[in-house]
Each structure stands twice: as structure tokens, then as C-alpha cells.
């Protein structure tokens, strides 16, 4: 199992020997999306989806054995888990989550590796009972592919989460 529920982000970035930090804005305001602003919001979502894949090819597609590219998850190639994690941990805060929008998204980049965080604003979810009672499972495949991939999912509090958090080291 790569689900970690008391990993840190702390300890994370310790790990991977942390050299640059990005933020990606996509919805900052306290109210759940509409109709008049949704494809704003869906725009930019999809802008910092693709500059966290860029700035990872950039920074090691030198080292890695294949690019990253967000056509994959379409594809269904999941040897490419950072599609996977950003579409479909994306996907849930687009769906679920109380303003129903990303607030932002994050990226590490270290010597070792790197850590993205997808963060939302208002009510957390509880990822143990998630997991546990394997709820919303017909719903979206965030937890199914948490679960399997190869990498590390952590949050940033486990009962109370408003981050999801994905490691991969070198």
C-alpha cells in the first residue's frame, strides 16, 4: 500500500533534498464555483495541471526514462503516475470538494525527487475513513489508483485533509 497517513510534508521534502518551490493559483475564493465562473476556474485548473508536468520534464526529463504528459491518464497508461495523481486527485477537488475547485497546487523539486500537492479550501475529508470503508469508490478513482501506484500519497492531516500530497524519489 502507498497511502501514508502520517507521513510529512516536512519529511518529505527531507527526503527528496528539496532545492525549488512553485505554487500554481487556480481558486481562491471562499464560495463553491458556478456556472459563470466555471470554465475560468476549469482554465486554470488545466494551466497548472500542464505547468507542473513541464517544469518536471524540464527539470528531469534528462534522467527519466519517459516524459510526463497528462494524455496518458486519457490513455490509461498508468506507468505514468503523475498524470494519474494530477487528474484524478484534481478531478476529486474539482467534484467534491466544498467550493468545488483546487485552491492551488503545489511542487517540489529535489536532488532525490520531487512532492505535488493538490490543496483545496473549506471542509477537509476524512482519507482514512475514505480509504478504509472504501467510500465513493464508483465515484471517481482517486483512492483505487492511491492504493496501487508505486509512489508515495500522504495529507496533510489524514482525518481532516484539505492536501493530497504525491512523493516519487529517484
Known sequence: MTIHFTQTLQKALETIEVTKGYEFPVYEAEEARDHL??????????????????????????????????????????????????????????????????????????KKGFVIGIEQKGKGFNAV??????????????????????????FDDAEDARIVYFELKF
Open 37 to 110: 465562473i466555471s470554465d475560468k476556474v476549469v482554465e486554470k485548473y488545466g494551466e497548472a495541471k500542464w505547468a507542473v508536468v513541464d517544469l518536471l520534464n524540464e527539470e528531469y526529463g534528462a534522467i527519466m526514462f519517459n516524459k510526463f504528459d497528462l494524455h496518458n491518464w486519457l490513455e490509461k497508461n498508468q506507468d505514468d503516475e503523475v498524470a494519474y495523481f494530477l487528474n484524478e486527485a484534481g478531478s476529486n477537488s474539482l467534484n467534491y470538494s466544498q467550493y468545488l475547485a483546487p485552491s492551488r497546487f503545489h511542487l517540489w523539486l529535489g
Open 129 to 154: 475513513k475514505v480509504h478504509d470503508e472504501k467510500l465513493k469508490e464508483h465515484q471517481g478513482g482517486a483512492f483505487r489508483f492511491f492504493r496501487g501506484c508505486k509512489s508515495a500519497v500522504f
